[in-house]
């Protein structure tokens, strides 16, 4: 009998979905503003920048917002290289959904939450609007649909704008559908998604990017290490503990038993994809096509990955004895991670060592670490996007101005902490109503079976004769 | 000498070999099947048709056991991959009439 | 004894390629104009736009023609994800082969039919001419060889022009590939791919975007809905209707019997770097780099994609039982395509629900509608750009101005329909020829090992236990 | 009793890193120039360009550095795709890598090896510096570093400039790497990597990129067909000799026993990824974004492709007998190397036949020429890059300015014969020393359990029942 | 008891099994396979040069069955399985000594 | 009649084929399986953790052969996968009651 309930779910999500957008709809109308781009035009004698020089910039967040798109793409192929071929149909699905649910929620309210103008609800913590407005000044009132004018930011359309901070969006919750891989229900997930990506990340997000107080206090965060990867990190590490192991992976007497991903070869499709995708992550960051800050960005994060993945192979092989490709992979993940908050100003010594280096190191250890506490993290997504993101963090202080360590340290605690709490307490929830957990035997016989009924390599023979794990197959 | 063919869940494979080993049975080999009995198999969908996958997956041991050995050995194949609900599979055994060791040529119980 | 006749049959492509070759070749002697782009000055005082503004032009029309490159990498990977293992080696080889072909072609003689300036030799119908020449004015008598002045256009050089046009033209012919995977033979094949994207395509590509009849009557396609995926789409119906179904598709007794798709990762690779892809298609058919112009459309095509996607998944949901991959990935594109004829104008409501979603949600009654009709069409190619296509095709009209809705209509009809004619005439011919379908046991064993004698996946055991199809292997 | 001499190379490799890194560092504080992007300003005024045209040049190349990013996963993906599926954790790990410690060799000293401005040690041969110092002046004594002025180039400023060809270093060894394929032990291998990149490429780069002796007599490669490609495939020549032939490849009697690559799709989607990052190889080394310059760049690289491409699929068809996906896939590459040393100047004509069809032709009978020769080159790189890299050399004089021909010609022998030396060195060395051969056991086995103790594919059963290999599983 | 093998081209499972059914059994397992007669196997090509890959892909179909079923389930098989080309497939059949279903220990007859 | 039943190293095939071939042996089945026996698996990693695979990949090989034929397959099989290592494998034989030709319906000894 599990169809009525998730019909009854899916139609919610459907009138969520539709009176949030007939409101805004409505809005528009009531404001006769809904107007197209084509009908723009603008008095460019009276910018600050060229129009040359505007289409430069606008062109450059452009293309950043496609390259952090295709880090949907990278996440997608890390999360299903890493996890089993069982659950391959599962985690693509997620993976394909969440950008589109990311961007949609976005547009609904996430933007205007996080980009609030003057208008917040409880000033430099919380706001709230509808719809794709005009540069955070579009929340009922007053109407000022400019859109894509100078005035809006020297820098870029109002459209670019939302497309590269839509992209952005989508990927904190990409964080956590990796480390609750290959036992989480499907529906309850895609819930949280929604809530994660509309609520919970523009809300934080606010406190810095949009003003909100911690950008008051001068905290600073580059790109996101905490906003996106630490934020996303809590989630993850909220949703994990929540779950519980997946069946197998820890013995009774305390032994890990390693569940290994079924696709080397997606893995590294994925982690190359992330990495050319940061380009656009941290150099898009720059919110203008400056070449001396662009470029140099996309040097001390190019450098900070190569420190992670180096460091972090090195260490798989002196430590754990022989290298090992898929924490090269998670080390070159935890660099960028690293150098996230503050490309910016670290010179390439600082790069390569203490940030990309020692995050890859942090990366690796942490992996082990979460191992012993027992909780299971397919991806090692707490590890790379949690502890990395911290770490990142404290590094603007750390190799810039240490001064402002204080103000690091509060703000990627407090956000970390408010996502922990958001996260914990939306699972929680979808625990006690509807379940989060899919039945052992699902779980055993593999998500694409029991939520698709779809195989991810029907042509294929799999195999079932391996020691690799405790009681399961 | 005997050959046991059980097929069995899987995941039984771990216990069956633990098992076999307390018995001073160490030789086994293993072979990916697909077993059609009372348990269903299950059905897959794919862009809005159904199919009906008849096969489910099973594991095939085969192990060669001398005489007096084989009704411990299915004893303890039996004990370690019964859970009590269909599809828990089935035991075949047919007598050897040679076994040879490829590396020595040793023959027969020596060979085991 | 099938050697003879591919030997034949590549020699008279060779011919014809050589020969069209050699007499562009003396054509440009003829006229002395063999000169290389270096040589090109400009004197950019009369110029429209200034250098700068040039360079950003072409600079995003030249990625966008990166993008669109990319989308063939994305179509090799949908359509050998969603067909057999068996017949991998035989799908990669025709999705590596039409692009090159395509270009080719488009260099021989599609450009010069699809751009004729003013040289049509039936007024706003038919043109001819070969070589890439000056901006549609090369074509045999007066040459006109200006190349990259402003003068060709405010937004590139003629280089450019050819390339993004030139990487548009194959995708044409791919999307037909899709819909005779697993049974088409492979000369055959080629052949039409050959005629399809060197002649067919470039004519009705004429009649709107080379200035032709349908363009002076005010027919609407901002990047192609109808003059690439609806005309891909009517070539497909032709191919899945002339060749039949593939061998256990359909039971006598009417059943469905899907044949599953063999990597779910590949054509979640092909769908996603199609999304990344179609940025270039309708941002570069901005034909300039406008920040205002290319950003909504990018989000405007963004959040279709979204649309279509969710949409599409939700029906597989609540009316199929099950969420289905394979519907999500189908409902990205139809969305994608339904956007592509008006990307410029909707809102971003509309974009989503009004084209995005209802286009997902054609898709998905349309696959269940043709399997319904007995024409298998493995990846789902007809419904995605065949139908998606033309009601795009009517949204600009729907979403825009109302007026506009009997010329959509009727050229989105005229169209589908030459095209469906062109096909069908061509794979007649070459049906009754040479013969366009393997024999029964090598569609059994694959195509790979009859076409090729290639095994895609060597080292892995593939499973022939399993009830997927009746009478198929 | 590995480990020990496995500890004591990390450790080493380390202290060299190390060393390296502390001297660079100390030499910045002496200096007191660590100074960050940030606080770089200019005065336009100056300039030869105009800000805005400085910024789209400076993009342009940006990108183009993505784009030669993205080709090493297309590298990893050819290479993984060609070779067997128990050796691709250990081809993944090594092409994850070699970018890593490209980019780091690269920062070390590479850069400062290849453009050292006027601090040649011996003239136009030889140069040395460490770190990334101000355009090729920052070598110790009078530092420079004026980094992102127009001063330093008109195109971009000094990180973008050290992103772009650190980016281009690594593709050198990662073409090593195919050839060596299967057999190679892990640790020499990264060794030879290590100085391959750090040493070998910048020094040959230096002789025409570096202004050196080369370059003085008017020898011409546009992006390196000589430079990188035929470098690479003298490396691979020469590993490929040291090392011997896989176990198996040929038979005693002189058979030739195809070893098939495990994946055609991962092939695919490497060349696909190449070609794709070869418009930013060829494009990007325009140095600027100049429209006329780059877009006929393009064009004539993207012609090449598909004149490689088509011609080597006819070959494998005509000759061969059977269309073959991997010579169309290899051909596309030849393609592509063929016209890197000059995508400037040909026609297209020349282009596609001229140089595409002919590198494509050639490349097929170089593989099976090296066949004879009992050399065993897993991927073809020697074929791909080595023979028409060197072809592609001369036709710069050959479809362009005949009297260069005796320059081309003894500039890509030099660099050709230089390192081939220089590699059958350092691998000679290396055999001498820890040995560069995996025992026979591990190469029967596969180098992902004997290397690294990982299976790539765990979840799939793989076949060990086929005749392929004589004696190899 | 008697254990029918019966190698066989793939695609003729379900008509197989259909039979089977009728006859009122059941069980079988069946195992991917590669076989070597008098059908040739097929060539590959890789780079420009020939493999000869000997092996042609079949499935093991594993039958055990009642003494007394025997004769009609060859039969049944032998039918459904026959197209008249080489490679048909083969059939051999043994002795069992004992059959022993795990879930509930029953065993010989009582367990097929 | 007797089956053959090898486990053998994997690349032992052929030279297991073309023995049998000199002997007028031509037909054979061969199975993927995993061994487990003297010869100890390997163990792999994976972040950081150990696994132990115990089973070594393994070919299975089935030939039917004539009861008079059975001493020199088996000795020929012996002699060509011997390499005097761990692993080598292991021979199990059995008779057959009947043997069925599936394209013709030949019988028994007809049918090899
Ligand atoms: N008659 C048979 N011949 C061969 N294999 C059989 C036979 N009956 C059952 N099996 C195998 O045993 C497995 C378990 O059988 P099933 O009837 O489902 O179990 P149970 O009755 O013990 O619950 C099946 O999947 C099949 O592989
Ligand atoms: N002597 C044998 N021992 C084991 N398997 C055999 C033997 N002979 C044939 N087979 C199996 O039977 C299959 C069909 O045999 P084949 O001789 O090709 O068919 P047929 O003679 O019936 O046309 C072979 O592929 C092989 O797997
Ligand atoms: N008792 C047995 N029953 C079934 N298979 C066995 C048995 N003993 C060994 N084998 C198979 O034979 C293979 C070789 O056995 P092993 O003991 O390692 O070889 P050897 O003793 O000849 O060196 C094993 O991998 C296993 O597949």
Same mark, same amino acid.
């Given at each position: ?152 930011? &020297? ?6 704008? #939302? ?7 989508? &990927? ?84 890990? %038993?390693?569940?290994?991903? %079924? ?15 940061? #380009? ?98 397919? $991806?090692?997504?707490?590890?790379? %996007? ?35 709490? #958001? ?28 939520? %698709? ?21 | ?51 009906? $996958? ?59």
């Amino acid at each position: 009998m599990k169809r009525p309930s998730s019909w009854l779910m899916l139609l919610s999500i459907f009138a969520i979905v539709g009176l949030s957008c007939t409101s805004v709809l409505h809005a528009q109308d009531a404001a006769e503003v809904v107007e197209t781009a084509a009908a723009y035009t603008y008095d460019w004698s009276k910018s600050e920048v060229t129009p040359e020089m505007f289409a430069v910039n606008n062109l450059w967040i452009m293309i950043a917002a496609m390259l952090v798109f295709i880090m949907h793409l990278g996440f997608a192929m890390v999360e299903s290289g890493l996890t089993r071929a069982k659950n391959t149909v599962n985690i693509l699905f997620k993976n394909t959904m969440i950008p589109m649910i990311g961007i949609v929620m976005y547009a609904v309210c996430g933007w205007l939450i996080m980009y609030p103008g003057d208008s917040w609800i409880v000033d430099g913590v919380f706001a709230f609007g509808f719809g794709i407005g005009g540069g955070g000044i579009y929340n009922g009132g007053d109407v000022l649909y400019e859109g894509i004018t100078p005035a809006y930011s &020297t820098g870029y359309t109002v459209w670019t704008d #939302f497309l590269f901070q839509g992209m952005f969006a989508a &990927t904190c919750a990409t964080i956590v559908s990796g480390a609750v891989a290959g036992r989480v229900k499907l529906l309850p997930f895609l819930i949280f998604s929604i809530l994660f990506v509309g609520i919970l990340y523009p809300i934080t997000g606010s406190w810095k990017w949009g003003g909100g107080w911690l950008d008051a206090r001068g905290f600073a965060d580059f790109a996101g290490s905490t906003l996106v990867h630490a934020v996303g990190g809590a989630g993850a590490l909220a949703g994990a503990l929540i779950l519980g192991p997946r069946i197998g992976k820890f013995g009774k007497d305390g032994t890990v %038993h390693p569940i290994p991903g %079924h696709s080397m070869p997606l893995a590294t499709i994925g982690v190359f994809l992330l990495w050319f995708g940061w #380009f656009g992550f941290n150099g898009g960051s720059e919110l203008s096509a400056d070449p001396a800050g662009v470029s140099y960005v996309l040097v001390t994060t190019t450098i900070a990955a190569c420190g992670g993945g180096i460091a972090c192979a090195i260490c798989s092989w002196v430590v754990g004895g022989k290298p090992d490709l898929s924490m090269a992979l998670n080390g070159i993940l935890a660099g960028l991670v690293g150098i996230t908050a503050g490309p910016d100003t670290p010179t390439w010594i600082e790069a390569l060592l203490g940030i990309g280096a020692v995050s890859g190191v942090l990366c690796y250890f942490a992996v082990l670490f979460f191992d012993k506490l027992k909780i299971d993290d397919p $991806v090692g997504a707490i590890s790379v %996007h949690g502890v990395c993101g911290i770490y990142g963090t404290l590094c603007v202080a750390i190799f810039g101005d240490m001064s402002l360590l204080g103000i690091q340290a509060l703000g990627t605690a407090v956000c970390f902490i408010t996502s922990f709490v #958001f996260a914990a307490v939306v699972f929680g929830i979808l625990k006690a109503t509807m379940g989060i957990r899919v039945t052992e035997e699902e779980e055993i016989e593999g998500l694409d079976l029991g939520e %698709h009924e779809m195989a991810a390599y029907p042509d294929f023979q799999r195999t079932y004769i391996k020691s690799y794990e405790a009681g399961e197959i | 000498m005997h050959m046991i063919e059980a097929v069995v869940k899987p995941y039984a494979i771990d216990k069956i070999k633990a098992k076999l080993s307390e018995l001073g049975i160490f030789g086994c080999t293993a072979i990916e099947c697909k077993g059609f009995g009372k348990q269903k198999g299950h059905t897959e969908r794919y862009r809005g048709a159904r199919i009906d $996958v008849g096969f489910v997956p099973k594991v095939l041991l085969k192990i060669a056991v001398k005489s007096e050995d084989m009704e411990k050995a299915i004893d303890a194949i039996t004990t370690s991959a019964r859970t009590g609900s269909v599809g828990d599979g089935k035991l075949f055994v047919y007598s050897l009439t040679k076994v040879v060791r490829v590396r020595t040529g040793e023959e027969d119980n020596d060979a085991l």
